[in-house]
């Protein structure tokens, strides 16, 4: 079993930066792919980023690219998701999901299995 509980959200300017935290706790943290998604109100959960269980792939939705930084400390059972040149559209509840070890993560929720109850981020145009 893992838990996850996120961290880092809040109110923001367009253009600023927020940086989002998900501590998790068990031991298999290492072992699992990590993801971020996004929730909008009214909007289905929409994937954003993830990273392979040993941090040596990275994915990114086209709208985040280059702006929106996944890694992970395995040491610290951590992931993290920086968040650069804010957009009002990026504002929506995220939340980190842990799933199985694959060589490419999923973008479905579906195939995620552990989950996180969500930070607020708010961008103000």
């Known amino acids: 079993q893992v838990q996850l509980v996120e961290s880092g959200g809040g109110l923001v300017q367009a253009g600023g930066s927020l940086r989002l935290s998900c501590a998790g706790s068990g031991r298999t943290f290492s072992n699992l792919n990590m993801a971020w998604f996004l929730q909008a109100p009214g909007k289905e959960r929409e994937f954003v980023s993830a990273?392979?269980?040993?941090?040596?792939?990275?994915f990114y939705t086209d709208s985040v690219k280059g702006r929106f930084t996944i890694s992970r400390d395995n040491a610290k059972n951590t992931l993290y998701l920086q968040m650069n040149s804010l957009k009002p559209e990026d504002t929506a509840v995220y939340y980190c999901?842990?799933?199985?070890?694959?060589?490419?993560?999923?973008?479905?929720?579906?195939?995620?299995?552990?989950w996180g109850q969500g930070t607020q981020v708010t961008v103000s145009s």
């Open positions: 999901a842990a799933g199985a070890q694959r060589l490419r993560p999923g973008v479905s929720p579906r195939e995620y299995s552990y």
């Open positions: 990273i392979t269980w040993n941090g040596a792939s990275t």
